[in-house]
Each structure stands twice: as C-alpha cells, then as structure tokens.
C-alpha cells in the first residue's frame, strides 16, 4: 500500500483533479473554522474532551479528499495526555492553522514550498514522477534507524539514511496495512551503495539505483547538540511543518538530571531530553561511556534509534 496511490489528479482527468480541488478548499475552509473556535472556546475543554472532538474533524478531512491532513488533526487526541499539552496543543493549532492558509495562497508560494504544502495536505507525487524528475544524489547510505507507527489499519515505517560522503539525511517511507509486512530491504547499520531520487522537500526519497555491492559497516558522521540543532533549524526554515529530523550525535553519553530525567550530554557539555519507552538498552550498552548514538529529533525530545558501540558495534533501540 502506497500514498503515492493517489497523486492528487496528476497526469488525470482535468475535471475529477478540479472537483478534488474544490473538495479540499472547502474541507480547509471548515477546518479553519474548527480551529478557530477550539481557541475561542479555550483549550481547557480540550483536557476532559472525547477523542470523537479530533476524529469527526478527521472524518470531515477525509471526506475533503485531505487524507494526510486528517491523521494530522486525529493525532491530536493524544496531546491532552501530556505533560504541558496546552502550549503543545496551541501550538500545533498554529501549525496547522498556518498550513491552511498556506494552502490558500499557494499559488504565490515559490515551488519547493508549495509542494511541500500539497504533500501535508494529501496530493502526493507519482513514484514514478519522482524517478523521472527529483534530485539524485549518489553515495553509501548508512541505515541509522527506522520507526514504525500506526494510525488506524495503516502502518508507516520511517527509514532514516545518512549519505557517508555527502553527510546527506533521506527518508524513505513505506506502508502496509495493520499486520501486513513493510519493506525490510534496509538493514540497521548497513552501507546502500544506491542513487536516491529526492521528493521537493529534499528530505524524503526513493531508491532510483542500488546496488548489491554493500558499502562498510562503520558508525555514520555524526554531529554535537548544537550542530544538531542548527541542523534542525535550517531545515525547518525550509518547511515549519517538520516534526521529524534524522539525529546523528557523536561522543554523548546518557546522564540523569537533577528531576531524574534521561538526557544524552554531549562532550561540549549540552544535552538533550530522551524520549525512549525503554531506556535501559540504552544505559545498558553504552554503560555510561561516549557512544555515537541516532535517533528521531522531535518537539517531545530525542527518540533513540541505535548506537555504535566500539565493541558491540551497532545496537538498535
């Protein structure tokens, strides 16, 4: 199962494109007034709220021909379950308010942006319109993790690459429905000799080349916190929707604040807040001492993916 599936009336009939067109200016319209009124009203209903609240505006999404906008809006339920969600839920009704009306002046938008605004509403490229005209970048791609995550019947793995020469991340995504095998072609810690071909949001891509010659098995390049974070910064310049970044971060250790809290502290002293369901692996292997350690960098902090022992080598998380 693929998202590509639906590429938004590309390469369709004019007419069934123009009414989806519609569909979607009028589901944004109503979901601009949902918005809206979720801050009128004030956000401490959202605490004792059902999660009917977010899923009829998801239905309503669907309905609009707005499917990735709709997991965006049904993912909100769980916000409320936090610590601090109402500055978490502020905020991501922000985002999304931004991400309508982005939508709305799209076509002032340049290029690059514009994509990336159809693609979080639900238009998605051909795989095949990607092969033919996205960005290729060749090199050795160091599998540094992958995630899975379900929403509804559809399971996403996320599979994070580095290019070992460009320093490059990529993105490759595929989905299946609940149960349903994911691609596992990519191995943790393996070298892809491969050509990637790039979506406009220069961050997810497909394998347009691979070859079966495999590249070494090392520790990626990684970077301090703070490198880490310019990292971030700049790529969410380019796109404010970003809730996920790549993280590759070299000679960090965990360590536990004053609260109790796991962090990674990097050799220049800074430090990271660890989101991780089960922390011990990651205590356990790097026994206290520097690792080079990936993971997913998100607005609830740092979620470990693997490290690169200098005896065990790679461990996922």
Avoid at 117 to 133: C, Q
Wanted: charge should be neutral; aromatic fraction near 6%.
């Amino acid at each position: 199962m693929s998202e590509d599936s639906n590429a938004g009336g590309r390469g369709r009939d004019p007419k069934t494109a123009e009414r989806r067109e519609r569909r979607v200016d009028d589901g944004l319209a109503e979901l601009d007034q949902w918005l809206r009124d979720q801050v009128a009203q004030g956000l401490a209903r959202a605490e004792r709220a059902p999660y009917r609240l977010w899923d009829d505006a998801s239905r309503r999404l669907v309905d609009a021909s707005a499917g990735a906008l709709a997991g965006q809006v049904k993912a909100l339920a769980g916000v409320p379950r936090r610590a601090g969600w109402p500055d978490r839920l502020l905020a991501e009704y922000a985002l999304l308010r931004l991400l309508v009306r982005a939508y709305q002046g799209r076509d002032a938008l340049p290029p690059r942006l514009r994509e990336i605004v159809r693609a979080r509403i639900g238009f998605t490229l051909p795989h095949d319109e990607v092969l033919a005209h996205g960005e290729r970048v060749h090199d050795t791609w160091c599998v540094i993790g992958a995630r899975d995550t379900t929403l509804d019947q559809l399971t996403t793995r996320r599979v994070w690459l580095r290019g070992m020469e460009s320093g490059r991340p990529a993105l490759v995504l595929s989905f299946a429905a609940r149960g349903r095998p994911l691609d596992a072609s990519f191995r943790l810690g393996a070298g892809v000799d491969a050509v990637l071909a790039f979506y406009p949001d220069g961050l997810r891509a497909l394998a347009a080349e691979r070859s079966e010659r495999a590249g070494p098995r090392r520790a990626p390049a990684g970077t301090s916190v703070r490198g880490l974070l310019d990292e971030y910064a700049a790529a969410l310049a380019g796109d404010p929707w970003l809730d996920h970044w790549p993280a590759v971060l070299t000679r960090v250790r965990p360590a536990r604040d004053e609260r109790g809290d796991l962090h990674v502290l990097d050799a220049d002293g800074d430090a990271l807040p660890v989101r991780a369901s089960d922390p011990w692996p990651l205590l356990a292997v790097s026994g206290g001492g520097p690792v080079t350690l990936s993971g997913e960098w998100t607005p609830d902090g740092l979620h470990p993916l693997a490290l690169w022992h200098p005896d065990e080598g790679v461990v996922p998380l």
